[in-house]
T-cell receptor, first 112, second 113 residues
Framework: RKEVEQDPGPFNVPEGATVAFNCTYS??????FFWYRQDCRKEPKLLMS???SGNEDGRFTAQLNRASQYISLLIRDSKLSDSATYLC?????????????FGGGTRVLVKP | DAEITQSPRHKITETGRQVTLACHQT?????MFWYRQDLGHGLRLIHY???????NKGEVSDGYSVSRSNTEDLPLTLESAASSQTSVYFC????????????FGEGSRLTVL
């Protein structure tokens, strides 16, 4: 089983609709979680951190479910510019430094 | 503005040749990382460094080496390129060892024929 798993998609989303997708992780000791966005043929960029209580950043909402070991990302009122691959990142903090594990990404295509 | 740059952006080489990918950051970050990205595998850590003269192996380090002689640079060397090393390589840096925020370079696309 992969340490971090994501549905690769693509999720085809009509413009203005809401889309949500999850990321599961296998190590229950994982301590912090992040969503990155990667545009086609570009570098990943941090979208948002995921806090235990859940958090919002504009149209984006991230949730953490420790009991079931998954995080989620919800995008409201989807824009064409939201088309990208969303990478889930799980951080296991060790004495020697953190270990960041990336998921394979979920591709989102927002269509007019 | 501070940044992280990689060169070359595109490289085609032959099996068995030595290749070096450069990574230079002006963030003054102590922590630097090299990842490769392949379809179906996501980003996988090759090597990382937490400071000058410090280097560590990641999960896919075989066939790769790095050196850290200053804060700004972490070159990645493929000693004898293999077709399995055809990939997109990303360099990244971070401010602290326990952060999840990495700043990535634009990537280097390497093709080994």
């Amino acid at each position: 089983r992969k340490e971090v798993e994501q549905d690769p998609g693509p999720f085809n989303v009509p413009e203005g609709a809401t889309v949500a997708f999850n990321c599961t992780y296998s190590n229950s000791a994982s301590q912090s979680f992040f969503w990155y966005r990667q545009d086609c043929r570009k570098e990943p960029k941090l979208l948002m951190s995921v806090y235990s209580s859940g958090n919002e950043d504009g149209r984006f909402t991230a949730q953490l479910n420790r009991a079931s070991q998954y995080i989620s990302l919800l995008i409201r009122d989807s824009k064409l510019s939201d088309s990208a691959t969303y990478l889930c990142v799980v951080n296991l903090i060790k004495a020697a430094g953190n270990k960041l594990t990336f998921g394979g990404g979920t591709r989102v295509l927002v269509k007019p | 503005d501070a940044e992280i740059t990689q060169s070359p952006r595109h490289k085609i080489t032959e099996t068995g040749r030595q290749v070096t990918l450069a990574c230079h950051q002006t963030w003054n970050h102590n922590n630097m990382f090299w990842y490769r990205q392949d379809l179906g595998h996501g980003l996988r850590l090759i090597h990382y460094s937490y400071g000058v003269h410090d280097t560590n192996k990641g999960e896919v380090s075989d066939g790769y080496s790095v050196s850290r002689s200053n804060t700004e640079d972490l070159p990645l060397t493929l000693e004898s390129a293999a077709s399995s090393q055809t990939s997109v390589y990303f360099c990244a840096s971070s401010e602290s060892q326990n952060t999840g925020e990495l700043f990535f370079g634009e990537g280097s696309r390497l093709t080994v024929l």
